[in-house]
């Protein structure tokens, strides 16, 4: 099956075991962030991407500018290794790397999870590509990507066990729009993936094709 087509089923299956109440509740948050302001500012095709500078799972540091050096670079900026979607994401990217490598690209994960976490997800994921952490969203945050969540959702997050405080080791209550970005050398944007609803993911087969 294709992403696109994992996402949806995971998707039907969680709903099926929710509450109409909770649903709602996810459906309000979605809604509102579409209909936002921060939508119509996120960085597009044809703006130059930022530099940036972040560590990865071991805590080295990893360069846009080197990278870029060696070819184009996708970018893929999800909330963390507790987001379903976001593994069923990485786990699609992990299986095309060798395409992308094909077609001369490098691949990145960017997150706002520590590095302990992001680690874990590189080993339950088994991914084969850069995970880096993009501490306290500063690059999101140049990006345009980043939201603060409602109080209702960080309670119902709570509710599942999942902490944005453990997780990115600080009390903002913020995630990056889970936004894909393919960038040539010189540094321009020459794909953009961005949708206020979680749920939807740039599909591997079309990145390739960008590529």
């Known amino acids: ?17 929710l509450p109409e109440a909770v649903k709602q509740l996810m459906s309000n948050a979605i809604d509102a962030l579409s209909q936002s302001q921060l939508m119509s500012k996120t960085l597009k095709v044809g703006d130059q991407f930022p530099d940036f500078s972040l560590p990865n799972d071991k805590g080295v540091l990893i360069d846009s500018k080197a990278l870029l050096k060696e070819g184009p670079l996708v970018v893929a900026f999800y909330r963390g290794g507790w987001c ?9 990217l992990q299986e095309a790397l060798s395409k992308f490598i094909a077609k001369g690209a490098q691949l990145v994960g960017i997150s706002p999870e520590s590095p302990d976490n992001s680690l874990s997800t590189v080993e339950k994921n088994n991914l084969e590509f850069e995970v880096l952490t993009d501490e306290n969203n500063k690059l999101a945050k140049l990006v345009k990507l980043v939201y603060e969540l409602p109080q209702d959702l960080i309670d119902l997050y709570g509710k599942f066990g999942i902490s944005l405080q453990q997780s990115q080791g600080n009390s903002n209550n913020e995630l990056p729009i889970s936004a894909t970005y393919v960038i040539d050398t010189s540094g321009t944007i020459i794909y953009d993936f961005i949708e206020a609803d979680y749920k939807l993911r740039a599909d591997p087969k079309v990145i390739i094709e960008v590529l």
Request: proline share 4%; charged share 20%.
């Open 84 to 92: 379903p979607y976001c593994n069923i994401e990485l786990r699609a």
């Open 1 to 17: 099956m294709s992403l696109t087509q994992l996402l949806k089923a995971h998707a039907d299956q969680s709903a099926a075991k």
